[in-house]
């Protein structure tokens, strides 16, 4: 991935956030549900097509993508040079931006071979007639630079906001918005290193439904690693905090590695990729080839020992941390399994650890039971602690005793455990045979 999908990847998430508000008032109120939900749906993809902003941005999109995909940089700053948009597509940006040329270049040769490549998308004001929808996007900044024959690379871009507005009934909100990396290129063609995503907050309003979500300080890291002719994907995920209001939950973490990739079939992924961005296949024949080139690069990876591995899922709640941590892969694959998927069940190779404090449980149990006891009580009365706690209790023990009977969870020292593997065919839960509850009755 290179910064410049930034440019995108920033309109398109304004686009889904827009869409979803589209939703909000599209259904007539005197359709039954489900056909309103279906109408509520069918308008919003409708108006989203066909709003300025979508049309916009695909056209313009659609030009920048020669540009976006060529990681060469010397032929990409004779793009850079050349690039102009389209009179059709400068007609579509200009009620967008009030400019019809928005995305500014600035390029730098040095002395020594490194190539500098800047670029500002302007801020985005836009109000739909139709939809009344309004969109504001604070400009877009980054920075591309190539280094030592160009075979490095560095790249940052920042978007301090995004706003959506639904005459002040719904409201999407982000801010602090950035991303840097830096590569190395290596055999087979592909580059290799890290990279971060940060996105400091995000608040979703709906005014008539009472809703409130808040997430803050979320870090995305990945690393590309290169383990001789084999390829290691690790991601790293973190968010600070979830608040819905009436309660919250964080950190919550997640860590794992796709390993033993391919590293040839997945260099010939990535051209194959550039040759059918850069082509007018109609669409019939691009999902084709694309399922095609998945095909290819699926059983490589399969072959060559291709895993997930579940470093950590976890998520905390009051102080309370709950999570699991794993391994998924196959053994002994074969390409003529690709065709015939089930034959894939008797080779996956997994194994699970769960673990999460019972204490926790009972946490979830006080919520939910002072809320319903809370909703049923009289007029002038109140919910004492100890009601909660017994009946809190009594929930708790009642959730975990079929569990615990046929043996799906342990409990040691407080805390609730689980290990679930599949080898072979055979699925085992705490090391031994998984009993469904018919088979106790």
């Given at each position: 991935?290179?910064?410049?999908?930034?440019?995108?990847?920033?309109?398109?998430?304004?686009?889904?956030?827009?869409?979803?508000?589209?939703?909000?008032?599209?259904?007539?109120?005197q359709l039954p549900a489900v056909v309103a939900d279906a109408d509520a749906a069918k308008r919003a993809v409708d108006n989203l097509t066909n709003s300025?902003?979508?049309?916009?941005?695909?056209?313009?999109?659609?030009?920048?993508?020669?540009?976006?995909?060529?990681?060469?940089?010397?032929?990409?700053?004779?793009?850079?040079?050349?690039?102009?948009?389209?009179?059709?597509?400068?007609?579509?940006?200009?009620?967008?931006?009030?400019?019809?040329?928005?995305?500014?270049?600035?390029?730098?040769?040095?002395?020594?071979?490194?190539?500098?490549?800047?670029?500002?998308?302007?801020?985005?004001?836009?109000?739909?007639?139709?939809?009344?929808?309004?969109?504001?996007?604070?400009?877009?900044?980054?920075?591309?630079?190539?280094?030592?024959?160009?075979?490095?690379?560095?790249?940052?871009?920042?978007?301090?906001?995004?706003?959506?507005?639904?005459?002040?009934?719904?409201?999407?909100?982000?801010?602090?918005?950035?991303?840097?990396?830096?590569?190395?290129?290596?055999?087979?063609?592909?580059?290799?290193?890290?990279?971060?995503?940060?996105?400091?907050?995000?608040?979703?309003?709906?005014?008539?439904?009472?809703?409130?979500?808040?997430?803050?300080?979320?870090?995305?890291?990945?690393?590309?690693?290169?383990?001789?002719?084999?390829?290691?994907?690790?991601?790293?995920?973190?968010?600070?905090?979830?608040?819905?209001?009436?309660?919250?939950?964080?950190?919550?973490?997640?860590?794992?590695?796709?390993?033993?990739?391919?590293?040839?079939?997945?260099?010939?992924?990535?051209?194959?990729?550039?040759?059918?961005?850069?082509?007018?296949?109609?669409?019939?024949?691009?999902?084709?080839?694309?399922?095609?080139?998945?095909?290819?690069?699926?059983?490589?990876?399969?072959?060559?020992?291709?895993?997930?591995?579940?470093?950590?899922?976890?998520?905390?709640?009051?102080?309370?941390?709950?999570?699991?941590?794993?391994?998924?892969?196959?053994?002994?694959?074969?390409?003529?399994?690709?065709?015939?998927?089930?034959?894939?069940?008797?080779?996956?190779?997994?194994?699970?650890?769960?673990?999460?404090?019972?204490?926790?449980?009972?946490?979830?149990?006080?919520?939910?039971?002072?809320?319903?006891?809370?909703?049923?009580?009289?007029?002038?009365?109140?919910?004492?602690?100890?009601?909660?706690?017994?009946?809190?209790?009594?929930?708790?023990?009642?959730?975990?005793?079929?569990?615990?009977?046929?043996?799906?969870?342990?409990?040691?020292?407080?805390?609730?455990?689980?290990?679930?593997?599949?080898?072979?065919?055979?699925?085992?839960?705490?090391?031994?045979?998984?009993?469904?509850?018919?088979?106790?009755?």
């Amino acid at each position: 991935m290179k910064t410049q999908t930034i440019y995108r990847s920033t309109l398109l998430g304004a686009l889904l956030l827009t869409a979803t508000a589209h939703a909000q008032n599209a259904a007539p109120p005197q359709l039954p549900a489900v056909v309103a939900d279906a109408d509520a749906a069918k308008r919003a993809v409708d108006n989203l097509t066909n709003s300025e902003l979508f049309q916009g941005f695909t056209a313009a999109s659609n030009e920048l993508t020669p540009l976006l995909i060529n990681d060469n940089p010397a032929s990409k700053l004779v793009q850079i040079k050349k690039f102009d948009f389209s009179t059709e597509t400068k007609k579509k940006l200009l009620p967008l931006y009030g400019s019809d040329h928005p995305l500014h270049f600035k390029t730098r040769i040095f002395k020594d071979g490194q190539a500098e490549i800047s670029y500002v998308l302007d801020a985005l004001n836009h109000r739909d007639p139709k939809s009344r929808v309004t969109t504001q996007i604070s400009a877009l900044t980054g920075k591309s630079v190539y280094r030592k024959h160009n075979t490095q690379y560095g790249g940052t871009a920042s978007l301090p906001s995004i706003h959506v507005d639904v005459e002040n009934e719904v409201q999407f909100y982000a801010h602090d918005i950035t991303y840097t990396e830096n590569q190395t290129r290596k055999d087979p063609g592909l580059w290799f290193g890290r990279a971060e995503f940060k996105l400091g907050h995000l608040s979703v309003d709906v005014v008539k439904k009472d809703i409130h979500l808040k997430v803050d300080d979320t870090v995305i890291k990945t690393d590309v690693k290169k383990r001789g002719t084999l390829v290691d994907v690790e991601v790293d995920s973190v968010t600070q905090s979830i608040n819905w209001g009436g309660d919250q939950l964080g950190p919550v973490h997640s860590a794992y590695r796709f390993s033993n990739i391919d590293g040839k079939a997945l260099a010939s992924f990535g051209e194959s990729q550039k040759r059918i961005a850069q082509s007018k296949m109609p669409a019939d024949a691009t999902a084709a080839t694309t399922l095609r080139m998945f095909r290819t690069l699926g059983i490589a990876t399969l072959k060559s020992g291709g895993a997930l591995d579940i470093q950590d899922v976890s998520v905390q709640y009051h102080g309370m941390t709950a999570g699991l941590d794993g391994r998924v892969g196959f053994d002994h694959v074969q390409d003529a399994d690709w065709d015939a998927p089930m034959s894939l069940l008797p080779k996956l190779n997994l194994h699970i650890n769960f673990h999460a404090p019972k204490d926790l449980l009972m946490e979830i149990s006080r919520r939910v039971v002072r809320s319903k006891l809370a909703a049923e009580a009289a007029p002038g009365s109140t919910v004492s602690d100890p009601m909660v706690e017994d009946a809190a209790l009594e929930v708790t023990n009642k959730l975990l005793e079929l569990p615990l009977k046929l043996k799906w969870l342990r409990l040691e020292h407080g805390t609730l455990l689980s290990t679930l593997d599949f080898i072979g065919g055979n699925l085992t839960v705490n090391g031994e045979p998984f009993r469904p509850p018919t088979a106790n009755r």
